[in-house]
């Protein structure tokens, strides 16, 4: 069983910056597949970012660009900052870990708005 816990989200301005934080249990962190999703209201969850045990990333179109996901193996987390915000990427974001099976941390909740 691996504990995922997400925190960092909160209210911030459109244009503004915000840095979530994903920390993940297990002794073999570096091997996740380590992902950030997010749900917004009324909408099905969706893939923002991606890393690999590798470090290899992927982003979906719509934050490229704007936001970068990194992971501290000897910390066991992995970020997403996130720049130059937009009212449409408001939404409860998940962090995910691949080891097998996914695990699915509660969710933080990221309300951009002036």
């Known amino acids: 069983q691996v504990q995922v816990v997400e925190s960092g989200g909160g209210l911030v301005q459109p244009g503004g910056s915000l840095r979530l934080s994903c920390a993940a249990s297990g002794s073999s962190f570096s091997l996740y597949v380590m992902g950030w999703y997010r749900q917004a209201p009324g909408k099905q969850r969706e893939l923002v970012a991606r890393i690999f045990s590798a470090g290899t990333t992927l982003y979906t179109d719509s934050v490229k660009g704007r936001f970068t996901i990194s992971r501290d193996n000897a910390k066991n987390t992995v970020y997403l900052q996130m720049n130059s915000l937009k009212s449409e990427d408001t939404a409860v974001y998940y962090c995910?870990?691949?080891?097998?099976?996914?695990?699915w941390g509660k969710g933080t909740l990221v309300t951009v708005s002036s």
């Open positions: 995910n870990a691949h080891v097998g099976m996914d695990y």
